[in-house]
Each structure stands twice: as C-alpha cells, then as structure tokens.
C-alpha cells in the first residue's frame, strides 16, 4: 500500500488471503516492547540465532523498526491481543531472551493482519487487483519493462518498468511442508529467469513441530506451545531434548529429526498447559480436534517439516534486486536479516516492514526505458518430481554425496523451472563445506547440539 496512491496493479493467482502463508502465521510478530525488553537484546537474539551469517546492518534496521512497526499496524487496524490491564500481550518463543511476541485472536496472527491489510487494499481506489499468475518479468535495456500473466488460458501483457515478487517460500519443493502447497519458489524462478542475484539458496529451516498426520501442507504446531511450557517427548514418555525445547529451530530440528531415525516417534506435551490450551491456542486446538486429539489430555505427535527459506533474492535496504525496476520483498527476498537460521515471528515483522520499504523506493523510482512485453512464458513448473529428491537429499541433515545425486538429477530435468530452481539450491548446498545453522551435514558436530 505505500507504493499507492501511484496506480497499482496486484496479481494474485487466486482470491486476496487464500493460499498465503502469512495468512497461516499462529505464533505472532516480534517486537521488543516489554518493560524489560529492548531492541538491542533482539537484535542480540537474532544474531545468534543466525549463526554468524546476519547482515549486522540489516538486523539493526529492521528490528530497530519494530515497535514503530506495530504502532503502524495497530493504526491500520490489526487487533492484537491485550492482557487484562489492555496491555499489548507479550509471549515467549524460542531463543528470544524475552517474552516479546505479539500475537492476535490467540494463535491466528497471519491471519489477522492479512484481514486488516486486504481490508485497506480493497478500500484503495489505486489499487487494482487482478487475479491471475505472473509467469515472466520481462527484461530489456538494463531492466524490466513488463510483466507476462496468465489468467486462464488468456496471456495479460502488463508494461511496466516497476515489478515488486511478493511470492513466498519453497515449502512445496518438499514432501512435507507447512507452507502452503503453491508456495514452490515461483518467485526465484521468475527472478531466475530475470537474472537476478539470488543468495543463501541452502539455508532452509524445517520447523520441528508440524503435526505428524497424513497429507501437505502439514498443520503448524506453534513454537508458542513450547513457550507456555509444552516438552518433548517420545512414544515410551521419555523426555530428550536436554532442555532445548526452546534451542534455535535448526537446533531443535536436528534433535527431533536425530530422535526419529533412532526409530522413535515424537510427541509434544501439553498436558501442563490443560484447560487453558484451548482459550490460548483456539485454532491449534480446533487443528488438533480435527485429527482426534486433545491437547489438555493427549500428547500431539510431531516431526519437523520445510518451513522457511532464508535464502532468496538479493535485495538492498529498498528491496531493490540487482535488476533495475525489480523489487522483492518477504521470504522471496533475502534481507540479510535471518543469516543461516531465522529466529522466530521475525519473518512477519520482516515482511511488513520491507514490504512498506520497497513500496515506498518503487513510488519514487521512474524508469525511462520503453515498455516492452514481447517474450515467452516461462514453463509451468511441476514440482512433483522434484519433491522426493529434495526430501532425502536437502532436508534437515545433508551430505555431499547426496547433493551431488540431487544435482545430477535435477540438472536431468533442468527444462522445469522447479527442477532448476532446486538444482540451484543443491549446488549452494555442495559450496557450503562447512555445517552451519540450516545446513547441517551428517556426522558434523552441530547435528548432536540437542540430541
């Protein structure tokens, strides 16, 4: 909405909302806004679970933007929880030093602040909202110059010479995901396509509490669980995690995921939480009635599954690519932020901060090229045969030998944008010799940390 009120084209594959991951978002926004909280402690927080590999600047800038962040939110209409005093309500999550999660209508925070923004966008007489996908930004004298969509069998040709991706992750280049399953890294091939810079393409984070039940995506089991004292445990009652329940995800990953290849099954215990599990968590609890559980008097079975994508494309403060007229913005665009592990609830504060940034540069950025949208679409990605490979040989725990069978066979069917998307992310894989953060390889010391 800040690049309005310029005239501004929206396309969306289907309705406002429906299929987005951020609409998904249980556990909340982070913001250092408690009494005994403040934004150097989060940016500490986020340094460290980024395992060296943050962009000091980056950290500083967006999480310094927090609390400005959400005042502008509240102001557009997001209806956060308060506490009995009307307070903002603060929760914990994992490795954050203290309690500073924002979170609305109990675990549905996504969803909330996707109400209030789609809302305002709707209410923008600017903004023109086309359903359809995009399937070429289209590149010409040094930057784009148009955008080719497909709605149907019609092809739409938009000039234009400011395109912002906004597309989300790669969860569904994975057989076991919380994301939505079209969330397959259109986005990065577009870019790919474009000739944009992309970057930290290995680094993925597998959340180690999706509900363990037949079929994709898989639903979310909140870190906020863990933050109001669920634990781990297996299928005999033995708890494992040697107090890491709270670790950094890629730590708290490898010790489930290390659980489960022993033969375990593994369990979250929420029976401490009881009665009040239902009024903090309604849409966990509605999920896990679904699949015949009660938090308060069963244990939820869990396993990790693809979560988030710290890579992506490169972008600047702006969310400018190295493409002129191209922006990014989300977990498509790599800020710098997350480094080789995100910490939670910093991906919604990322979103809507850099998403206002790059908003605002593209508003002020007027490319004098000509308009020019004469090429061909990209091939429709399919990522089902890419899904399997990934699974085995880019998950939790890698190593090289199984890289280089998920190269070869990708780069076989490289005429697949998913396919070269994921060969893409195998070779960043088989450059990275060194385990850190989400790329962990088998046998390195880093995988044992919560074992």
């Known amino acids: 909405m800040s690049?309005?009120?310029?005239?501004?084209?929206?396309?969306?594959?289907?309705?406002?909302?429906?299929?987005?991951?951020?609409?998904?978002?249980?556990?909340?926004?982070?913001?250092?806004?408690?009494?005994?909280?403040?934004?150097?402690?989060h940016v500490a927080d986020t340094l460290a679970a980024g395992a060296g590999l943050c962009e000091r600047a980056a950290v500083e800038r967006i999480i310094g933007a927090g609390p400005q962040l959400v005042e502008t939110l509240l102001r557009l209409g997001v209806r956060f929880d308060r506490d009995q005093a009307g307070a903002l309500a603060l929760g914990l999550e994992a490795a954050h030093a203290?309690?500073?999660?924002?979170?609305?209508?109990?675990?549905?925070?996504?969803?909330?602040?996707?109400?209030?923004?789609?809302?305002?966008?709707?209410?923008?007489?600017?903004?023109?909202?086309?359903?359809?996908?995009?399937?070429?930004?289209?590149?010409?004298?040094?930057?784009?110059?148009?955008?080719l969509a497909v709605r149907g069998d019609e092809t739409l040709a938009l000039p234009t010479g400011r395109v912002l991706l906004a597309t989300g992750g790669i969860g569904g280049l994975f057989l076991h995901t919380t994301n939505p399953a079209g969330a397959i890294g259109h986005g990065l091939m577009l870019a790919m396509d474009a000739g944009a810079a992309l970057a930290d393409l290995e680094f993925i984070q597998f959340h180690p509490t999706a509900?363990?039940?037949?079929?994709?995506?898989?639903?979310?089991?909140?870190?906020?669980?863990?933050?109001?004292?669920?634990?781990?445990?297996d299928e005999t009652g033995a708890y494992f995690m040697a107090g890491a329940d709270l670790a950094?995800?890629?730590?708290?990953?490898?010790?489930?995921?290390?659980?489960?290849?022993?033969?375990?099954?593994?369990?979250?215990?929420?029976?401490?939480?009881?009665?009040r599990f239902a009024a903090r968590f309604p849409a966990i609890a509605a999920i896990c009635a679904r699949a015949g559980i009660d938090p308060a008097t069963q244990t939820i079975p869990v396993r990790p599954a693809a979560h988030y994508h710290m890579g992506g494309v490169v972008v600047d403060?702006?969310?400018?690519?190295?493409?002129?007229?191209?922006?990014?913005?989300?977990?498509?665009?790599?800020?710098?932020?997350?480094g080789a592990n995100r910490l939670a609830s910093n991906s919604l504060l990322e979103a809507a901060f850099c998403g206002a940034a790059a908003g605002l540069a593209m508003a002020g950025f007027y490319a004098k090229r000509a308009r020019d949208v004469r090429a061909e679409l990209l091939p429709v990605p399919d990522a089902v045969p890419v899904r399997p490979v990934m699974s085995a040989?880019?998950?939790?725990?890698?190593?090289?030998?199984?890289?280089?069978?998920?190269?070869?066979?990708?780069?076989?069917?490289?005429?697949?944008?998913?396919?070269?998307?994921?060969l893409r992310i195998a070779l960043a894989g088989l450059a990275r010799k060194e385990p850190v953060g989400a790329h962990a390889l088998v046998g390195a010391k880093q995988f044992c940390k919560a074992a």
């Open 3 to 41: 690049a309005a009120p310029r005239p501004v084209t929206l396309l969306n594959p289907g309705p406002l909302g429906i299929g987005a991951a951020s609409a998904m978002s249980q556990g909340g926004l982070a913001a250092a806004l408690g009494a005994t909280d403040e934004v150097a402690l």
């Open 98 to 147: 203290r309690p500073r999660i924002l979170h609305a209508n109990g675990d549905q925070t996504g969803a909330e602040i996707m109400r209030a923004l789609i809302e305002r966008v709707r209410a923008t007489p600017s903004i023109t909202i086309v359903q359809a996908a995009a399937r070429k930004i289209v590149v010409g004298d040094g930057g784009v110059t148009g955008v």
């Open 211 to 233: 509900l363990d039940v037949a079929g994709a995506p898989l639903p979310l089991i909140s870190e906020a669980v863990r933050g109001e004292g669920a634990r781990f445990i």
């Open 248 to 275: 950094p995800r890629d730590v708290v990953a490898r010790g489930v995921f290390a659980h489960m290849q022993a033969g375990h099954r593994v369990f979250l215990d929420a029976r401490g939480i009881g009665a």
């Open 317 to 338: 403060a702006a969310g400018r690519t190295s493409i002129e007229g191209l922006y990014a913005a989300g977990e498509v665009a790599r800020t710098g932020l997350h």
């Open 393 to 422: 040989h880019m998950g939790v725990v890698r190593d090289a030998a199984g890289m280089a069978l998920a190269a070869q066979k990708f780069s076989d069917m490289a005429q697949n944008p998913a396919a070269a998307l994921a």
